[in-house]
């Protein structure tokens, strides 16, 4: 075997056990009060898009809605869980901040608003350590106004997000997506493989219950 396959094959042997011993998915089974008085199931993006259709809301007491919704869906913020779309995200309600803000950002898309993923390489907002110091979020217009939005925590508004970037605020493409989530899966592989040999839990960086600081 050459000494490419070799490393290839090693990487392969480090990489499966981490993605098959992730955690099992853990959605929130969130409902929301619907207009007739019932109550409506939030399993799916769609879900989220029908119920805040259905709310009546508007500008940005809509997104704010949204934005509630969609952090709700999620349980736990996890960086272990790197393969998943936004969608698949939410619907197992683990992920960070590329997937579930992407999340919301194909929310508010469908609900008409003019939706641009940004993304800074350092934010000032929980001690990470520093290869996981960049944050994704969303800059939409609304009412005339281009408002920051987030879905990180359940206090946040459109406008009113708890962090600062503190690095240059670039559009979030999917080249960048990519290139952020192939830099961070080695450490993501080195910190698991590290708790299991230790006996210790994963670092809350890693994954932890969803709005709590690392």
Request: net charge positive.
């Amino acid at each position: 075997m050459t000494r490419p396959l070799l490393i290839f094959a090693a990487c392969a042997a480090a990489l499966a056990p981490v993605v098959i011993g992730a955690p099992r998915p853990r959605p929130a089974g969130q409902t929301v009060e619907a207009r007739d008085g019932g109550r409506r199931s939030i399993d799916t993006l769609d879900d989220v898009v029908a119920a805040a259709k259905d709310s009546g809301a508007t500008g940005r007491e809509l997104v704010n809605l949204a934005t509630v919704m969609v952090h709700r869906m999620y349980t736990h913020y996890s960086s272990w869980h790197l393969w998943l779309t936004p969608a698949g995200s939410a619907e197992r309600g683990q992920g960070n901040s590329f997937q579930y803000n992407l999340a919301l950002a194909e929310v508010l898309g469908r609900l008409g608003f003019s939706v641009q993923p940004v993304h800074a390489a350092r934010v000032r907002m929980e001690h990470h350590p520093w290869y996981h110091t960049g944050h994704t979020w969303l800059r939409v217009r609304i009412e005339g106004r281009t408002l920051d939005v987030c879905a990180s925590r359940s206090g946040n508004r459109a406008g009113q997000v708890g962090f600062l970037p503190v690095t240059d605020v670039l559009p979030l493409g999917p080249v960048t997506r990519l290139d952020s989530a192939l830099a961070l899966a080695p450490f993501v592989v080195v910190s698991v493989w590290k708790s299991w040999l230790t006996g210790r839990g994963v670092q809350r960086w890693l994954y932890r219950p969803f709005g709590e600081t690392a």
